[in-house]
Every structure is written in structure tokens, then in C-alpha cells.
């Protein structure tokens, strides 16, 4: 079987000594894995980076078999990041958490176009703000919608709101930006109070009931901001 598309690469791991196992989100074909032959020589692995675009030529003769793939990089993501070390670490967590909440060979065009804001975001000055709604997108758009404005309770404290979740065993403060959506700049308290607040919902309803550790990649990116 033949397919071609448009992807991108959102996880690499070596196969043997010369090629690499990649995993591509893609437009029509969702999540898919195969293997590039010669993808770990010195002329094409420095263009196979996390985060960059490609168009795909995919074949496969069963399925107890794995596919490989055949690439030209139609955009480069990544590399416009190589001097921001907080930025390339974000790319790193935004494509983990693609590799663990989609499901292989199951088309998904909204989260396809995702990515693609991601890096339109990552340009903007309030991109960490951003990333963070950012996932909260991804999450509904995997069918693990957090749903906060119809969960979310509020007391007034000097005229302004304040928003939290109340359960039998805590009170959690919830940012207002989760909430109520616009251009204002946040301050960095809140934005990793808003992280943390993801980070627990994924751990909590997705992660542990499903045996997975929490991307390695994602925590590192956090507890830079730290």
C-alpha cells in the first residue's frame, strides 16, 4: 500500500546505524510510524528535525510490517528556534503530548491545523501564554475536554474575579486567562499556575489510568520557567 500527505515530525528514535524510526502527525492519515532508511546520515538527519514539515510518500506491504517513509521537508520549524532554548524545549513538549493523546492512523484535521498555530504562536511575544491554551485545545480536540467555564465557580475580591474548582478534597485557584480569553499579557505566577493546573488534569484523568509516565520532555520544559 502507497499513500502520499503532508506531516509533521513529532518523535525520532534510532533504528540502526544508518536509518531511524519516525513518527509524522499527518493531514489525511493522523499518526503514523515507519522508518527512514538513511535517516541518520549526515544528509538528511540535520533537516529530520522534531517539529518540521514534510511531504510524505508512505509505503507499507502488511501489516505485520513496519512502513517506511520517503520525506522532502516542505517547511522548517524548528530551526528558526535554535537560539531560544525555552522555545525549542516548548516544541519538544507540544509534540510529546501529540505522540500520546492521538491515535494511530485516525485522521484528526483540527488537530493537524493545530500544530500549524502552534508555530504561528511560537512567533508572538505572548507565546507561552498561548501555548498553554494551546493545549487545552489539544486536549478537547483528543476528546479530553477540561471544560473549565462550565466548572468553575468565583468570589469577587476587589471588584475583580477570582475563579476556582471546588472538590470534596480541595479548593483549586484556576488563572482568570483560562477563563476569560483575550490579548492581555499575564505575569509568569499565573502562567505556571496554569500549567500546574494542566499538568494535574493530565496526570489525574488521562496519564495514570492509562499507565503512562508524564512526557519527560513536558516537565523539563516547565521547570525551566523555575
Excluded at 7 to 28: C, R, W
Excluded at 100 to 106: D, G
Excluded at 191 to 215: A, F, R
Aim: proline share 2%; hydrophobic share 40%; aromatic share 14%.
Amino acid at each position: 500500500m502507497n499513500w502520499i500527505d503532508e506531516g509533521f515530525l513529532i518523535s525520532k528514535s534510532s533504528f540502526n546505524e544508518n536509518s531511524i524510526i519516525a513518527e509524522f502527525y499527518t493531514m489525511n492519515h493522523g499518526k503514523c510510524s515507519g522508518i527512514i532508511f538513511g535517516g541518520a546520515s549526515k544528509k538528511i538527519k540535520n533537516y529530520l528535525q522534531v517539529g518540521n514539515k514534510f511531504h510524505i510518500n508512505f509505503n507499507y506491504k502488511n501489516e505485520s510490517k513496519s512502513g517506511y517513509f520517503k520525506v522532502e521537508m516542505l517547511k522548517a520549524n524548528s530551526p528558526l528556534f535554535f537560539d531560544n532554548k525555552k522555545k525549542l524545549m516548548c516544541i519538544s513538549s507540544a509534540m510529546s503530548l501529540i505522540k500520546i493523546l492521538t491515535v494511530e492512523f485516525e485522521q484528526n484535521i483540527k488537530i493537524f491545523k493545530l500544530i500549524e498555530i502552534f508555530f504561528e504562536n511560537l512567533n508572538t511575544n505572548l507565546w507561552l501564554k498561548s501555548y498553554i491554551l494551546w493545549e487545552l485545545n489539544l486536549l478537547k480536540f483528543s476528546g479530553y475536554d477540561l471544560n473549565l467555564k462550565t466548572i468553575v465557580s468565583y468570589e469577587l475580591v476587589n471588584n475583580e474575579k477570582k475563579y476556582f474548582v471546588k472538590s470534596n478534597s480541595a479548593i483549586k485557584i484556576v488563572p482568570n486567562f483560562l477563563v476569560d480569553i483575550n490579548d492581555e499579557d499575564v505575569d509568569l505566577e499565573n502562567l505556571l499556575l496554569g500549567l500546574k493546573l494542566v499538568t494535574d488534569y493530565l496526570d489525574k484523568s488521562i496519564l495514570s489510568p492509562n499507565n503512562i509516565n508524564h512526557p519527560y520532555s513536558r516537565l523539563n520544559f516547565i521547570n525551566n520557567f523555575k
